[in-house]
């Protein structure tokens, strides 16, 4: 997955608290034990600081994942780790929901917070 392809603009309210939600609802990616298709939803919450995220260079960077075989914790975990090294939100927790696979669903949420 290409970090690389996100892209920032200047958060015009950094002295503001305020919540942005990204949802993406056809996020795919790729079994690595079966290499069949994984079909989940992404939520992405953060509270900025002095950047935002462009939402057209997210989508791209969602696409990378299409045909990578990863784990879902590992998606959750890439996505947080990516998305604060954009950002350096002040919080930021990123939520998949993945659909059932052999009557089982799963749901990964991890969580950022500055410390500053």
Known sequence: MKKELLEIFDNTYPDR??????????FTSVCPKTGLPDFGIITVRYVPDKTC????SLKYYFL???????????????????LVAALQPR??????EWKARGGITETVTVNYKSSH
């Open 64 to 82: 990378e994942f299409r045909n990578a075989g990863i784990f879902y914790e590992n998606i959750t975990n890439k996505i947080l780790d990516d």
């Open 17 to 26: 608290d305020y919540t942005i939600e990204i949802v993406n609802p056809e």
């Open 91 to 96: 919080s930021l927790s990123v939520i998949s």
């Open 53 to 56: 995220i462009e939402l057209k």
